[in-house]
Structure formats: C-alpha cells, structure tokens
C-alpha cells in the first residue's frame, strides 16, 4: 500500500474523562475535543511526558491540545482548567494518540 493513501486532514474527535477520582470530584464524567492527529513534535513530547511534569513546552502543548466542540482552546483569555482535570486530559489524550 502506497503511505500517500494514509495521510488525511486531523478529524476533531470527542474524549470523555471517565476517571473514578475526577468523576467524583466533578460529579460527572468530563469531555474535551482533540484532533486525531497531531504535529510529530506534539506527539513525540505526549510520548515523553512524565507524570507531574510542567515544563513551558508542555504547558503551551496541552493549550493545543484541550479543545472544544468547535475546536478553540478552552484554556484560554487567562482561563485554567484544574490541575487534576489537566492531567487527567493528557492521560487519555496520550492513550488515544498511542493507539
């Protein structure tokens, strides 16, 4: 098979949040958009994240990375999301870009 007939546009996909502690923190489980395929410099820092880390690069990743329904950062305009909520969005974030 030709690699040309793999290459698409990223598609924005829905992730849902469905981790016992943040579920039971937030009441509910939470959902964020992403697209399916990413820069190789984003993918590539996923890949080497370590938990807790914090880096600058990292920060500015995952304000690219955390979308909404219309695919527009949500952190932005000085908005944050929880530190818990933030982790738990790259975890599954990670896991579904892994596959």
Known sequence: MELSKLAQKPQLIKLTIKDEEIVKT???ELEFYM???QPLDVFAKLASA???E????MVNMIQEIILNEKGEKIMKDG???PMDVIGACMKVAGEK???
């Not at 914090?54 to 690069?57: G, K, V």
Request: a negative charge.
């Open 35 to 37: 697209y399916d395929r």
């Open 54 to 57: 914090t880096t600058e690069s």
């Open 79 to 81: 908005l944050q999301l």
């Open 97 to 99: 870009l892994g596959k």
């Open 26 to 28: 937030y009441g509910d």
């Open 50 to 52: 370590k938990e807790g």
